[in-house]
């Protein structure tokens, strides 16, 4: 009977302290959201408050409609490329097909502009273990922290070039602060990258406690498995091809607006939005993009400030919509539902973060 009697009491204070940390990070989510979405929408309004939207339709049937289609194609080829590296990536582990890669990361993109936070990124990884058989979804979160690590190695070069083409200029003072806030994450990425890979056993050691290190110790066994592959050279290149591929639509949406502008300020917008968008922001990156296109246009390319802030509304769309579209059918193949896909996700997530401290 004292057994009988013990558990449940021991149950329902475990239960209660559950319920109270889900409570509270809850609260803090939801604080965090509103924050950011105000965020969000006090740039969208700072920059068009002097935007003479009534001339956008004007500009609009002024615009040179070819060279948006080919910044759309150029949108598409970018994730095209996206879901090669990603299949080269898991293929040590899991061979994953190019449709399978290509839909994930589509459904992803999609999920980014509906919902906040950049749920796509847990969703394409939960998508891609589930059609992958035997991939794990640890492994699926690791191989995205790789493309990150990747991503912004070159991001961190590029920058370093942009601020060769622009200039140290006053305004780009808080790039430069953002990329060496970036350089140092980036960093530690490829450091524990490479310890996953050629010093696994001695790294395991280090953090051989319980809690966190446990998660680092997982997270190392995961890196190992993709890293003793060849395919992650080519994966590593592949990532500029990713990166580059980004200034064509930009460039070619200068082209069709009537902007005469140069690659290379299509290159430094393109790290400008690149760095931006690490922050988090609202779904679709609605304000914090349009803010930034504005402002490095008109004050780094003397770009006339309303032309800037419509023209930020002009590529926002050209390079949004095709996600949206291409995205709402990869999910209406997949005959799966957003909000469905996105709950077991995060269940998957959670479950698999009790398991590590378990």
Request: proline share 3%; aromatic share 12%; glycine share 8%.
């Amino acid at each position: 009977m004292a057994y009988r009697s013990a558990c449940p009491r021991a149950t329902a204070v475990d239960y209660d302290d559950d319920l109270g940390d889900n409570n509270r990070s809850g609260i803090r989510a939801r604080v965090l959201l509103i924050l950011t979405y105000l965020l969000s929408l006090g740039c969208l309004i700072w920059t068009l408050r002097d935007a003479r939207l009534g001339e956008l339709s004007d500009d609009l049937a002024s615009m040179n409609w070819w060279w948006l289609g080919l910044a759309v194609v150029a949108d598409i080829a970018v994730y095209c490329v996206q879901a090669v590296r990603w299949a080269q990536l898991l293929r040590p582990v899991e061979p994953v097909t190019f449709r399978q890669a290509f839909s994930a990361v589509y459904i992803g993109l999609f999920a980014n502009e509906v919902l906040p936070f950049k749920a796509g990124e847990v969703l394409r990884c939960y998508l891609v273990s589930r059609w992958g058989g035997n991939l794990p979804f640890s492994v699926a979160i690791s191989s995205a922290l790789i493309e990150r690590i990747f991503d912004g190695i070159w991001l961190c070069l590029c920058l370093v070039l942009t601020i060769r083409l622009v200039g140290r200029h006053h305004h780009m003072r808080w790039l430069i602060d953002s990329g060496y806030v970036l350089g140092f994450v980036v960093l530690g990425g490829a450091a524990l990258l490479m310890l996953a890979v050629f010093l696994r056993q001695k790294t395991r050691a280090v953090f051989s406690g319980d809690g966190w290190q446990r998660h680092v110790r997982i997270l190392i066994d995961d890196l190992n498995l993709i890293g003793h592959s060849r395919y992650l050279y080519f994966a590593f290149f592949l990532s500029l091809v990713y990166l580059l591929l980004q200034v064509i639509p930009i460039y070619a949406s200068f082209q069709g607006y009537g902007f005469d502008l140069t690659l290379s300020v299509a290159f430094a917008l393109m790290v400008i939005l690149r760095m931006g968008s690490v922050v988090p922001q609202a779904p679709g990156n609605l304000g914090l993009f349009q803010f930034l296109t504005k402002q490095a246009l008109e004050r780094l390319f003397n770009v006339v400030p309303a032309e800037a802030a419509r023209f930020s509304l002009v590529l926002w769309g050209t390079v949004t919509i095709p996600l949206l579209v291409v995205g709402f059918i990869a999910l209406m193949v997949s005959g799966s539902k957003l909000f469905e896909l996105h709950r077991a996700a995060e269940d998957h997530a959670s479950e698999l973060a009790k398991n590590r401290t378990s």
